[in-house]
């Protein structure tokens, strides 16, 4: 009697083992697949932050480059009313 105790005691350590083994295994796994998907959700994050901001920088740029522009007209502009009302 106390060897067939002893026996199922012995399997019930082993099955407890054993399942808590499988169950640390599924948990690690768990565990790096959610590291690698947000690892991977931050890389394509900063890749169209990257771009969205290489855009804006762009588009900047290109704002002041207008800016620039439309003042040297204007100032152009302004010096041609001057010179034409002179020479009336």
Do not use: G, H, P
């Not at 106390?2 to 690690?28: G, S, V, Y």
């Not at 690698?36 to 931050?42: A, D, I, P, T, V």
């Not at 990257?50 to 762009?58: A, G, I, K, V």
């Amino acid at each position: 009697m106390k060897q067939a105790l002893l026996a199922k005691r012995k399997k019930f350590e082993m099955n407890t083992k054993a399942t808590i083994k499988i169950t640390n295994e599924k948990l690690d796994s768990v565990w790096k697949t959610y590291q690698e998907q947000r690892q991977n959700l931050y890389l394509k994050y900063a890749q169209q932050f990257q771009t969205l901001f290489r855009e804006w920088d762009l588009d900047m740029k290109k704002a002041q480059e207008q800016e620039e522009k439309l003042a040297v007209s204007i100032s152009l502009s302004f010096k041609m009313s001057l010179l034409y009302q002179s020479l009336n």
